[in-house]
C-alpha cells in the first residue's frame, strides 16, 4: 500500500496521474469544465471514488462512518452534468482498467462563503457506476484561512463487505488531491467561483 501511495502522490504532484492514465483530461475538457455554470459565491466541486487492487476477503471494516446532518441540502447545490467535468476523462479511464473500477462520480456548485462552513450527503451529488455497490457518507468543506475537506465515505460492494474511507485534508483551489484507502481512493477537485 505504502508504494501505491508513493507513487500516486509524485504522479500527482508531477501535474496529475496523467502518467497513469487515471487523471488525464484533454485541454478541451479542462477548458469546457472551466466554463460550467457556477452560483456566485459557489464553489466548483468534484468527487472521484475508485476501485483499486482487489477487494479485502471478510472481516469486514468496522470503522464508523460519522455522517453529520447536511447542511447544504440537494435544493442548495446545484449538481454539473458529467461530460462538463474535469475528472469526467480519468473516469473513463477507469471505466476500461481491470486493476482501477469506477465506483461513483459528481460535480457540483455550492454556496459556502468565507470563513464557513457546508456539509453534504455523498447520496445528494454522486452517480454509482453500475454494478459499483452503494456508497453513503459525508463530505465536509470548510473555507477559512485555509480550505479543508473531510472525506467520510461508506462503500459497500458486495454483501457482507463494508470499506471505510475517512480523511481530512487542507486543499487548494484548481488541485487534484487524493484520499487513499487499500482497496478504494478518491479524487477531489475544488475550483474557485467565477
Not at 501505491?4 to 469546457?32: D, E, I, V, W
Not at 460535480?107 to 464557513?116: E, Q
Not at 450527503?121 to 455497490?133: C, E, F, K, R, T
Not at 488531491?177 to 478518491?186: I, T, V
Amino acid at each position: 500500500m505504502k508504494d501505491r501511495r508513493q507513487f500516486l502522490q509524485q504522479t500527482l504532484a508531477l501535474g496529475g496521474l496523467a502518467g497513469a492514465g487515471l487523471l488525464a483530461t484533454s485541454a478541451a475538457q479542462a477548458q469546457n469544465a472551466a466554463t460550467a455554470p457556477a452560483a456566485a459565491g459557489g464553489l466548483v466541486m468534484e468527487l472521484l471514488l475508485f476501485r483499486q487492487g482487489t477487494l479485502p476477503p471478510p472481516p469486514v471494516d468496522e470503522r464508523n462512518v460519522s455522517v453529520p446532518t447536511p447542511t447544504l441540502v440537494r435544493e442548495q447545490l446545484t449538481t454539473l452534468p458529467q461530460g462538463s467535468l474535469q475528472l469526467a476523462g480519468s473516469a473513463a479511464v477507469l471505466r476500461k482498467r481491470a486493476d482501477y473500477g469506477l465506483i461513483a462520480l459528481g460535480g457540483w456548485v455550492m454556496p459556502v462563503p468565507s470563513n464557513g462552513t457546508g456539509t453534504i450527503a455523498l447520496s445528494d451529488v454522486l452517480a454509482n457506476a453500475p454494478g459499483a455497490g452503494q456508497v453513503s457518507g459525508s463530505l465536509v468543506f470548510t473555507r477559512g484561512t485555509y480550505l479543508t475537506v473531510g472525506l467520510d465515505a461508506l462503500w459497500v460492494p458486495k454483501d457482507g463487505l463494508q470499506l471505510v474511507l475517512s480523511e481530512k485534508r487542507r486543499v487548494k483551489f484548481n488541485e487534484r488531491h487524493y484520499f487513499d484507502h487499500e482497496s478504494f481512493g478518491a479524487i477531489v477537485l475544488v475550483r474557485a467561483p467565477a
